[in-house]
């Protein structure tokens, strides 16, 4: 099993930034990749980035390039995803989310993830 706690959520002003972190504990998978979702009020949950505990690219959304950057740290098992010139329209719940050893498919697929964190609220002021 693998347990995965968010942080970092809160409320900023557009244009601001934040920084999320997500605490991997219990059995982590090395060749597997950690992704960031979000949800927002009367919408789907929504694919924002990855990145693979292994390194090699980070994927992100069209929505959050230039602006998001995901990265890990391993000796931690943490995994971050700095947000800057954060709009509106990010504001959210974003989830951290991790795939399972045996997943191979697209990292952009809610489905691929096996194990979610409990979420963390982000709301972009005006």
């Known amino acids: 099993q693998v347990q995965l706690a968010e942080s970092g959520g809160g409320l900023v002003q557009a244009g601001g930034s934040l920084r999320l972190s997500c605490a991997a504990s219990?059995?982590?998978?090395?060749?597997?990749?950690m992704g960031w979702f979000r949800q927002a009020p009367g919408k789907e949950r929504e694919f924002v980035a990855a990145?693979?505990?292994?390194?090699?690219?980070?994927y992100y959304a069209d929505s959050v390039k230039g602006r998001f950057t995901v990265s890990s740290d391993n000796g931690r098992n943490t995994v971050y995803l700095q947000m800057n010139s954060l709009k509106l329209e990010d504001t959210a719940v974003y989830y951290c989310?991790?795939?399972?050893?045996?997943?191979?498919?697209?990292?952009?697929?809610?489905?691929?993830?096996?194990?979610w964190g409990q979420g963390t609220q982000v709301t972009v002021s005006s």
């Open positions: 989310a991790a795939q399972g050893p045996d997943y191979s498919g697209s990292h952009y697929y809610s489905g691929g993830y096996g194990y």
């Open positions: 219990g059995r982590t998978f090395s060749g597997s990749a």
């Open positions: 990145i693979n505990w292994s390194g090699g690219n980070p």
